[in-house]
T-cell receptor, first 112, second 116 residues
Framework: RKEVEQDPGPFNVPEGATVAFNCTYS??????FFWYRQDCRKEPKLLMS???SGNEDGRFTAQLNRASQYISLLIRDSKLSDSATYLC?????????????FGDGTTLTVKP | NAGVMQNPRHLVRRRGQEARLRCSPM?????VYWYRQLPEEGLKFMVY????????ESGMPKERFSAEFPKEGPSILRIQQVVRGDSAAYFC??????????????FGEGSWLTVV
């Protein structure tokens, strides 16, 4: 079993749709959680950190469920520019960000 | 540009040659990480360095790969005697290592290595 698992997709949705991705992690000691976005042949870029209480940034909402060991990302009112691969990142060592484990990503395509 | 700087952006090497990839972390960051992304695959952690120290190299292949982060200058990822399977995007990242965002990783634009 992978340490961080994501549904690879692809998710193909029309503009304006709401789409949600889940990510499960195996290490119950995990402490930090992030969502990154990666466009084709580009570097991953931080989308948002995920906090225990859940957090929202515009059209994006992230949730953490420690009991079930998953995090989620909800995108409302999808735009064409949201098309990308979304990477779930989990870290269980606050002294070492390099211990972060990246999921393989979920691909989203938003169509007109 | 205060971001993570990588060079070269694109590198072509013949089998058996050496590849050297350089990375300057974001200003104020003392922690550097190298990741590899093979075509159509996810990011894989390779090595974590601080100045003059390798902290964790558990993701580095046992042979031909080495990394350093000297007291002065950029971090270097060195691949000796490259093979076609080394063709990939190599991303460098940095983090502050402390503070509220100490664990947040910021990536450079990557170095694309093609072995012919």
């Amino acid at each position: 079993r992978k340490e961080v698992e994501q549904d690879p997709g692809p998710f193909n949705v029309p503009e304006g749709a709401t789409v949600a991705f889940n990510c499960t992690y195996s290490n119950s000691a995990s402490q930090s959680f992030f969502w990154y976005r990666q466009d084709c042949r580009k570097e991953p870029k931080l989308l948002m950190s995920v906090y225990s209480s859940g957090n929202e940034d515009g059209r994006f909402t992230a949730q953490l469920n420690r009991a079930s060991q998953y995090i989620s990302l909800l995108i409302r009112d999808s735009k064409l520019s949201d098309s990308a691969t979304y990477l779930c990142v989990v870290n269980w060592d606050n002294t070492n960000a390099g211990k972060s484990t990246f999921g393989d990503g979920t691909t989203l395509t938003v169509k007109p | 540009n205060a971001g993570v700087m990588q060079n070269p952006r694109h590198l072509v090497r013949r089998r058996g040659q050496e590849a050297r990839l350089r990375c300057s972390p974001m200003k104020g960051h003392s922690h550097v990480y190298w990741y590899r992304q093979l075509p159509e695959e996810g990011l894989k952690f390779m090595v974590y360095l601080q100045k003059e120290n390798i902290i964790d190299e558990s993701g580095m292949p046992k042979e031909r790969f080495s990394a350093e982060f000297p007291k002065e200058g950029p971090s270097i990822l060195r691949i000796q005697q490259v093979v076609r399977g080394d063709s990939a995007a190599y991303f460098c990242a940095s983090s502050p290592g402390r503070g509220n965002s100490g664990n947040t990783i910021y990536f450079g634009e990557g170095s694309w290595l093609t072995v012919v």
